[in-house]
Each structure stands twice: as structure tokens, then as C-alpha cells.
């Protein structure tokens, strides 16, 4: 991305970082579960290395 847009690396790591605090975790829409309450659930989690 940094060489298709012009900018450093650094600049574009700062703006993804900045996107998942702020319309992300902030605006509540988005969160990840509370390790607790994965401990807890009845889900099976699959994980698939490539």
C-alpha cells in the first residue's frame, strides 16, 4: 500500500492503527470477545494454517 499511495510504511501502520481505535473499538460496533468469555463458550474454534 505505502508504494502504490506514495507515503512510508510507518505513516500507514499510524492510520491503521488510528482506523481500529477510532471507528472501530471506540464507536463499539466492533470489539473482540473477553478471553474469559471465550474460556466459557460452548464454541468450537477451528484454526487453519496456510
Do not use: C, H
Not at 16 to 23: A, H, S
Not at 35 to 46: C, I, T
Request: hydrophobic share 45%; aromatic share 16%.
Amino acid at each position: 500500500m505505502s508504494k502504490i499511495y506514495g507515503v512510508s510504511e510507518g505513516y500507514i501502520y499510524q492510520l491503521i492503527l488510528w482506523v481500529e481505535d477510532t471507528l472501530l473499538i471506540r464507536s463499539k460496533v466492533f470489539s473482540f470477545p473477553e478471553r474469559q468469555a471465550l474460556l466459557k463458550s460452548n464454541f468450537d474454534y477451528e484454526v487453519i494454517l496456510s
